[in-house]
């Protein structure tokens, strides 16, 4: 087992190596390099189907979008958009077939920026609060795993799990020597928490992260990690089905259908007005909360499609309201519809020959 | 509808704290830690518990055996041949050669047991590293080495342990030798299919995440988890061994005589049968006791472990 | 419309064990209405409703109470009679449709048995009716799909199917246990409309339990909130959403992220969490969370009470909680103008 220190110096101060200089000493491009920046990246899983011809999920398939420092970007979509493959792309869970993706300005998995040390930069908390806690193991020792094999020693390593315990609301007395199993939900994913900051992260991917708490619970999660994020100075990418939860922590929202970026915009922007059809279905399916104007007609049909073998041209038209005959023939671009928000939608881009579109004048 | 966040809360901020520590109502029972639970629920398992009491008194015989024979194991008499259970000098009788049974019993516990225990400890260490190393690191590894495993259950156990004996020559060493050899597919398969369970589990990506190399976690993470299973398997093994391990014996291929062992007991009293039967039954009672009890034992372990989180 | 109700519950109590996970719960649902049970997990929603159908292994719960359906005693009932009630008079959904199915029949076939084994109708009829069923909750080329294993139909269409075959008796109340948790939001909102259709269109009586307000909303007239194995608030959807009188129907609705006004604020939460049902609080179970809570509270259990028409809540400061709540109202109203 190697040796790599953490790159700040663990402290036995239990507040110390938590707290964080407003400027990240690990800083290296500035607040206008974006954390992250993702090109190209697309994952294909072969199928085997009975003697049939070889098939592949395009699980995703060519998306673009980039992390702003500080911000919390929202990821969202239905089953089978992609966003969940994006996150273990992300991460290096699994291999991507092609894209690339840079971390404040180094290409990872490159002699600069190793696996290794980009994923000291980057967590991850997963849905399952109970599948992603070792069930053999106390809490305490499943967060002080990470700094342990990055070279913190065992006490120290254990003081820091029993600090960021604490920091996660709750008491290192009560809970430390715990088992998963004899915490409730809410506890657990606060555990899971506490050992993806063990690692002092820039980046925090949260993928389902709230989606299994009860609604109470929830709340006081998603205050917690609004907390961490202020204290710790981090990054967030926020994965959710829940447009409402998204809308409330995300300051940027990407929506993503059969494996490509639909829409990408300030969150109030887009889950307010959103420029693509898709984006509008999603945020039309929210259950209203008014007695008296309750939704009356679903937009769409059917569950969402298989990505095996995406529609021609945009994925999106067998479904949308705004289809022309252009759409089944043309890819669309991702395109700026207005400040800092893209949209992969014929229907607003000048020049496409969709009839909806603008005029090219109007754009100029 | 529409809820407030800041002025409005200021009613509700002095009741309600909402940062943390949260106080989670609930009555906490001190951990035992999962081995703890396990053997709290083996305590109250009556039939393992008089298993475990049967191995822990053979064992302690075993152990002392030198110093509480009632009498010299190996000094046998031409006109105190056997003598039927139940004689007055010889509690349990004698054999062929005149040697007191119960004494020769006694001190052949120490061999029966050794050659049950070793083998599967070498297998035990051996296999589960073998199964656990396929089982985690998959694909063309675990292709390899399954493949190999594989070609050993193409025969069966009692076949593979002579012919392995047979060509190593016989002797202890080298029944120990061959009986491990027959157990490490039998453990590594069991390894391998626990492993390939969890792997998958989002704690192993988690524990990927911190940059823990592959041998760090399946020390930390995997071996924890399937540790159990296997040593459960193991365990029932034992009697197999000490049923294979009297084999050899039985078939010259393991201990010698004079040594006194259940196995050579069984193989040089057969003789005896129609002279003597119940003299001659009782190495073989004596191997049924031993291996039941491992068996009853480690089924009562696998039901203490099968604890619903 | 006669006068009996659809399903009247009084004074049930459910336990496993030594827990009592519904401790006293009365409910009347309307012919015709839809009723949403909502709360968290560990509430006793599920269980309530189940115990509608007594869905409990015989040695190991214990109800008492009454059930009552259509004017019928449930618990009176025989085996035999139980399983003629179940599916003819009451049927239920669930939220994993693939475990109301048995894996090697078609869905179709399944359907038509349900039937058959219901009603001494022929195979060719029990056919049609399952066809109708398909066409009824929307299955597209429904003569198709009959022969559909449920494995190969996708998610929504699954639910859907699992409506058909809970109708397939023409039951006269539906019982749904969050059916759409499990579903994509764009499915979901397809399946609320889809259930709040048939009410309308078979005059059925529908109790929805979720733990989402959003969908209780969008199917129920009525809602009854539960904490505890205890109903603490019924009411219309519009009473319960607007103008909320228990001090946990006002946390839930001041919790949801969809309320919060200024994205980076804070939630409000109710802190802590539900209580152990085997070791509950003395009085209200829900005062140790309560940010009205006082010395009587922790004493005494308040019962439902009467705090509009038709509402009712369990709180001994019901009128503090609503006016706390429509002052938050205002006050962040104000705020974001």
């Known amino acids: 087992m190697s040796v790599t220190t953490l790159s700040l110096p663990p402290s036995p101060a239990l507040a110390q190596p938590l707290a964080r200089a407003p400027v990240d000493p690990r800083d290296r491009g500035g607040p206008a390099q974006p954390l992250l920046s993702v090109s190209g990246l697309v994952k294909h899983f072969p199928v085997r189907k009975g003697s049939g011809p070889k098939q592949v999920v395009r699980a995703v398939d060519g998306v673009d979008f980039e992390t702003l420092k500080g911000e919390t970007l929202g990821i969202v979509g239905e089953s089978g958009c992609g966003k969940s493959t994006t996150a273990k792309l992300l991460m290096g869970l699994i291999e991507r077939d092609s894209g690339d993706l840079l971390f404040d300005g180094e290409a990872v998995g490159t002699r600069a920026l190793p696996w290794r040390a980009y994923r000291r930069q980057v967590q991850m908390v997963f849905q399952d609060s109970y599948a992603s806690l070792n069930p053999r193991m106390t809490v305490e020792a499943s967060i002080a795993f990470g700094p342990k094999v990055n070279g913190v020693p065992g006490r120290q390593a254990v003081e820091r799990a029993r600090a960021l315990l604490a920091r996660v609301g709750l008491e290192p007395k009560r809970f430390a020597a715990r088992y998963p199993h004899e915490l409730s939900g809410g506890q657990r994913q606060r555990v899971n928490i506490a050992r993806a900051l063990a690692l002092e992260p820039r980046l925090v991917l949260l993928d389902e992260a709230v989606s299994a708490l009860d609604k109470s619970v929830e709340a006081q999660v998603l205050n917690l990690l609004l907390d961490l994020k202020a204290e710790f100075g981090l990054t967030y990418i926020f994965i959710s089905h829940d447009l409402n939860v998204v809308r409330f922590i995300s300051d940027r929202v990407m929506v993503m259908y059969l494996g490509r970026v639909a829409e990408i915009g300030p969150s109030d922007t887009v889950l307010a007005e959103p420029a693509h059809p898709y984006a509008h279905a999603l945020l039309h399916a929210m259950p209203s909360l008014d007695p008296d104007n309750r939704t009356q007609e679903a937009l769409l049909a059917g569950d969402p499609p298989n990505p095996i073998d995406p529609p021609s041209g945009c994925r999106f038209h067998p479904r949308c309201r705004l289809v022309a005959p252009v759409c089944s023939g043309k890819e669309p671009p991702l395109d700026a519809v207005g400040p800092a928000h893209r949209a992969a939608c014929l229907a607003r881009q000048p020049g496409s020959g969709h009839p909806d579109a603008p005029s090219v004048q109007a754009a100029a | ?309 | 419309m006669t006068d009996t109700p659809a399903v009247m519950l009084r004074d049930l109590k459910v336990a496993f064990g030594k827990v009592q996970v519904v401790d006293g719960v009365d409910l009347t649902l309307e012919r015709g209405q839809a009723m949403a049970l909502i709360g968290e997990s560990g509430s006793g929603k599920s269980v309530t409703l189940r115990a509608i159908l007594r869905l409990f292994p015989e040695g190991r719960s214990r109800i008492t109470g009454t059930v009552a359906v259509g004017g019928r005693d449930v618990l009176g009932l025989s085996k035999r009679e139980l399983a003629d009630y179940r599916g003819r008079e009451v049927s239920m959904i669930f939220q994993e449709p693939l475990l109301a199915f048995d894996p090697v029949y078609t869905v179709g076939r399944q359907i038509t048995e349900a039937i058959l084994r219901h009603e001494g109708v022929s195979q060719a009829e029990a056919r049609a009716r399952a066809l109708a069923l398909f066409e009824r909750v929307r299955i597209p080329s429904p003569e198709r799909r009959l022969d559909n294993f449920p494995h190969e139909m996708s998610g929504g269409m699954r639910q859907r199917a699992m409506i058909a075959l809970a109708l397939a008796c023409r039951p006269q109340v539906l019982l749904a246990d969050e059916p759409t948790t499990a579903l994509d939001a764009t499915v979901q909102i397809q399946i609320l409309l889809l259930l709040r259709e048939l009410q309308r269109d078979l005059g059925l009586s529908i109790i929805l339990v979720t733990h989402d307000l959003g969908a209780a909303v969008e199917v129920a007239d009525r809602i009854s909130v539960m904490y505890a194995g205890h109903i603490v608030e019924t009411g219309s959807a519009r009473q319960i959403v607007r103008d909320p009188h228990h001090p946990y129907t006002v946390g839930l609705l001041r919790s949801r992220a969809e309320g919060a006004m200024d994205r980076g604020g804070r939630l409000q939460t109710i802190p802590g969490s539900p209580p152990d049902l085997a070791n509950r609080p003395a009085g209200c179970p829900f005062a140790p969370r309560c940010f009205l809570a006082e010395e009587r509270c922790r004493r005494e259990r308040p019962p439902l009470g009467a705090v509009g028409d038709g509402h009712q809540a369990a709180c001994w400061r019901a009128e503090e909680a609503a006016s706390a709540f429509k002052d938050g109202q205002i006050r962040g109203a104000l705020e974001s103008a």
Not at chain 2, 227 to 241: A, D, E, K, R
Request: glycine share 10%; net charge positive.
């Open chain 2, 1 to 309: 509808m529409t809820a407030p966040v800041t002025a409005a809360s200021v009613a509700l901020d002095g009741a309600v704290p909402t940062a943390a520590p949260v106080a989670e109502a609930e009555v906490f029972v001190p951990s035992r830690g999962f081995w703890g639970h396990v053997g709290h629920r083996l305590m109250r398992d009556p039939v393992a518990m008089a298993a475990g009491a049967v191995i822990l008194a053979i064992v302690l015989v075993a152990i002392f055996a030198p110093w509480i024979t009632p009498m010299d194991p190996y000094k046998g008499s031409m006109l105190r041949r056997l003598k039927p259970v139940g004689d007055a000098t010889y509690w349990l009788g004698s054999d062929e050669l005149g040697r007191d049974m119960i004494s020769r019993l006694m001190v052949g516990a120490r061999l029966s047991l050794f050659m049950g225990v070793t083998p599967v400890l070498i297998a035990f260490a051996i296999g589960s590293s073998i199964g656990i190393l396929a089982g985690y690191v998959g694909g063309w590894t675990n292709t390899i080495l399954m493949r190999t495993i594989d070609v050993f259950f193409a025969f069966p156990s009692v076949l593979l342990a002579i012919a392995l004996s047979g060509a190593l020559g016989a002797g202890i060493f080298n029944a120990i030798v061959s009986l491990t050899c027959v157990f490490v597919p039998q453990i590594a398969r069991v390894a391998e299919s626990v492993t390939t369970g969890i792997r998958r589990r989002d704690y192993i990506d988690a524990a990927k995440l911190s940059g823990a190399s592959a041998f760090t976690i399946m020390r930390v993470q995997v071996l924890g988890n399937v540790v159990g299973p296997i040593f459960v398997y193991s365990t029932s093994l034992i009697s197999v061994s000490m049923i294979l391990a009297s084999g050899l014996s039985f078939l010259g291929l393991g201990v010698r005589p004079p040594e006194p062992e259940w196995g050579l007991m069984l193989n040089t009293l057969r003789t005896a049968i129609y002279v003597n039967p119940m003299v001659a039954a009782l190495p073989g009672l004596a191997i049924f006791i031993v291996s039941i009890s491992f068996n009853l034992f480690s089924d009562g372990l696998r039901t203490a472990m099968e604890i619903r989180q």
